[in-house]
């Protein structure tokens, strides 16, 4: 436990002043970016990871969050500055509103119908911003650019985000170590048993779902703010999920730290890539080919496979793996509540 709050605090220093040792603005704008993504990733292992069901909707919170910063810039009239930054929160908050219907309709479904249901409603929120006023359309909506100077224009994007990843990564692991994780983690191992023994799953899974949410759409008003304007095809794009779903397979579903490092590898590789051949998508077929070496050669995902071999060098022997979930545990403490909290 001390060593892996150690490294996480590590992490967090190092990226705290990560802006002080690269100030080239090509570098921190990939930083800023895979911030994004480290929170996004976060977010969604806080209800995929440990409930078990895998949505392929975040994006609809992505995009909301995005159109509410430049909805709101555009008909208060507001001026680039610190300021802006006020609206984030707000972003949060209607993303998490939005969750509340979304995940009454998907969640009234099991694992693999929930998937389709969460593509099918994040189609509908994309020909929604394509064809609303309130959006612009496909001609977009442009944000006001504040007057920093050049130098350090990227430090209070950087700074922002990497606060927003902090309150994610701070959840997630709240939530991991909670009595409502433990729920979670009861109906990911078995959900008619847990609900069988008091747990509320309707209630869980929807506050699950609410909870990675608001992440999410504080960085899609972070996005868009950053980028200077929006369009329906890139805030609700459905690559989107697809990358932040590979992240957290990468790095280790169900883990704190698996989709961080996830992210700290996928997104600079695409960043990379894009600015070196200018082929737009050609991380996908990287990604695709990096995804299918960790499922044969670390199926459950670089964090736990690589945790589970350090173990059995430790031991001597080849223990069974570490189990994220601990059923019988999790099945302990549902017997003894019916609440989420």
Aim: no cysteine; net charge neutral; hydrophobic share 50%.
């Amino acid at each position: 436990m001390l060593p892996r709050a150690a490294g996480l605090g590590l992490l967090l220093l190092g990226l705290g002043a990560l802006p002080l040792v690269l100030s080239n603005p090509t570098y921190t704008s990939i930083a800023i970016f895979t911030l994004i993504y480290m929170t996004a990733a976060t977010s969604w292992n806080t209800f995929a990871g440990y409930s078990g069901y895998i949505p392929l909707g975040h994006v609809v919170f992505f995009g909301s969050g995005a159109y509410t910063l430049a909805v709101a810039a555009q008909d208060w009239h507001l001026v680039g500055g610190y300021g802006m930054f006020l609206l984030i929160p707000l972003a949060g908050l209607v993303a998490g509103l939005l969750a509340l219907p979304f995940g009454l309709v998907a969640l009234r479904t099991r694992r693999h119908t929930f998937v389709v249901i969460t593509i099918a409603i994040m189609f509908i929120f994309q020909l929604l911003a394509f064809n609303l006023g309130v959006t612009n359309g496909s001609s977009g909506i442009q944000i006001p650019t504040p007057l920093w100077p050049a130098a350090t224009f990227n430090d209070p994007f950087y700074y922002i985000t990497l606060g927003i990843l902090i309150l994610a990564v701070a959840t997630s692991w709240f939530v991991r170590r909670s009595r409502f994780g433990l729920q979670l983690l009861a109906i990911r191992d078995d959900e008619d048993r847990a609900r069988g023994l008091g747990v509320r799953t309707g209630r869980v899974k929807l506050t699950a779902f609410v909870i990675s949410a608001i992440p999410v759409g504080m960085v899609g008003a972070m996005y868009a703010y950053f980028i200077g304007q929006i369009f329906p095809q890139f805030a609700f794009d459905p690559l989107f999920d697809v990358s932040v779903a590979l992240m957290v397979f990468f790095g280790g579903l169900g883990t704190v730290a698996g989709p961080l490092l996830g992210a700290v590898v996928l997104e600079p590789l695409q960043q990379y890539l894009t600015l070196q051949f200018s082929i737009g998508d050609l991380y996908l077929i990287i990604y695709g080919v990096v995804f299918l070496a960790v499922i044969l050669l670390m199926p459950r995902g670089v964090v736990p496979s690589t945790r589970d071999w350090l173990r059995a060098r430790r031991t001597g022997r080849p223990d069974a793996p570490e189990v994220e979930g601990d059923t019988d545990r999790a099945a302990e403490v549902a017997a003894h509540t019916g609440s989420p909290t």
